[in-house]
């Protein structure tokens, strides 16, 4: 079989037990693809043909930044083809084996973020992942981490292709209540991909055992260890979020990954600053900073990253991990790498994928930097380490970033499950904004303890430790301490509290802080004057941002005319099966409104 439709095979890239997976080319539109292919001698098991669909029609369903591609479903020479995208990079299992199986905390923040956004997406279009682990997180030469293998996913409320109490997945990164063989939900992603994180931070996942019965034992009974007492440098803050994403009940995780990513690089900023302001503070350091100045070689040696070294050099495509069981294939290429690598104390900057805008940075606006000098990002390093050609360019340039200044945790570039919201902050006179003339005093408490304190109810705690943190211009504090002010939880209800609150932290981009503004013009809250196109607008902002409650809201009000010239009734049946797709609160709600769209009773 040298050719499938328009596609020309070009080789054999890798097979497993359940596929294979060639390179081709795309004769109509002279594009390298991917084609993977069901064994043939499976297509008379129905069981196996039906999740081959399944995987095909899951990855439909999905056009994200951080998931491959599927192009099209064949069925040519009585076989079952996936045609999907060709990605040139190494799997994160790859990565780590080469690395001495741990990451430093800022490349493997930037990674778990990306793969929290693809995830995120795929949440919101109600496909599970059920498999995340380091072998289906594809790192591409531009730095950018695609999430592969939907083989085993599944879409909520589609039909289950596995027995009742079956177990499927990766014991390692499967949740308790999947090992137990309960179908799981996007805190089961969720908790593979904390065990993920975990495993980048540390070199080993949170629990191991001899056999697989041990194993699946310690999943289900065992505490893991904080990641820091393993050496990973996180401390007390980012140890208590990534125990809490591992919490063996669903209900005690976090809600869901959005949350999660949140809560990580809350904690992570605050350690990074507290890093910054010790060693600003310890006199050893300036000392130590003066004789590394005077030993320090000349621009152009090599730094962490220098010398010769094995390097991934060449071809892991996305689909050949997902052949069922297939390794990627790498090539492996020794190369000398360049001299004039960057410092290995490059701050690390949050970026989002390709193709996907972010809110602008403002002058100050900072990300999580152990170190204080501006220079390239964690990711563009890691990018460099794994990608780079003889003489210093690398083989995929990725666009220049912008740089900020190290010490300001309270901005992190926003990322909503691969959209940004592109929003303008309204200069104003509040008492409360960034001074001028002076830093504002260190915060006391860790905001992850205040989301955590939220979630375990105690409201006056969760305040007390949020609040210093909203002054400090820290959106998703400012979010925590809306919601504090609407519910009237920990302090009495004051909604003109709440509005002020939420509105802050939405002009920085936090979605779910845009659909409260625009819930407040919409209703008329706290004092605030009805205005529907102010609420139209809010709302739109919120869904481009992926939150499914502010695309509700939104469809209803193009459903009724409201903020607009006429309704629309086939925009608000697209943004209402937008949501019915969802794993939010407001898809049933949606489907009703489809059904009465179409005809039907409500």
Known sequence: MTKIGQ?????LLGQGGIGQVHLAVDTVLGREVAIKSLRPELMNDENFAKRFRAEATSLAKLNHPNITTLYALLTEHGGLHMVME???????????????????????????AQAGDGLSYAHSAGVIHRDVKPANLMVTSSGVLKIMDFGIARVQGGNRLTRDGSIIGTLAYMAPEQLKGAEGDQRSDLYGLATVFYEMLTGATPFRGATDYELMQAQISQTPSRPSSLGAGAGGPLDAVILKALEKSPDRRFPDVASF????RAAAAEHGRRQSLAAILDPRTQAASVKSSANSPASGTTGRFGGTRARIAAIALAAVAMAGGAAAVLLWDDETSPSSRQSPQSPFQTRAPAGTPTAAPRAGQGVYTPGSSASPSQADRLR?????????????QAPERGLAPANNPANIAPRFG??????????????????ATRPPPEPEGHLADAEIAYGEKDYDKALALALPWAKQDNRDAQFLVAKLYEFGRGTERNMAEAFRWYRRAAE??????????????QQG?????????RALEWYTRAAD????????????????GEGVAQPDNGKAFELFSRVAQSTSPKSAAARKNIEAMQGGHQ
């Open 261 to 264: 990513i949140e809560a990580v």
């Open 418 to 435: 691969g959209k940004g919201l592109e929003m303008q902050m309204e200069s104003g006179s509040d008492a409360e904004s960034d001074s």
């Open 7 to 11: 596609y020309e095979i070009s080789g």
């Open 545 to 560: 941002a992926g939150d499914m409650e502010a695309t509700y809201f939104l469809a209803l009000m193009y459903y009724k």
């Open 525 to 533: 809250w706290g004092g605030v004057a009805v205005d529907l196109q």
């Open 508 to 521: 920085k981009g936090h979605a779910k802080s845009a659909y409260r503004v625009g819930a407040f013009y």
């Open 384 to 396: 460099n380490e794994l990608f780079m050609k003889p003489g210093g360019t690398s083989r995929t």
């Open 86 to 112: 060709a990605v040139r990079g190494a799997t994160l299992e790859a990565i780590l084996a080469k690395r001495g199986g741990r990451l430093d905390m800022a490349t493997a923040i930037d990674l778990i």
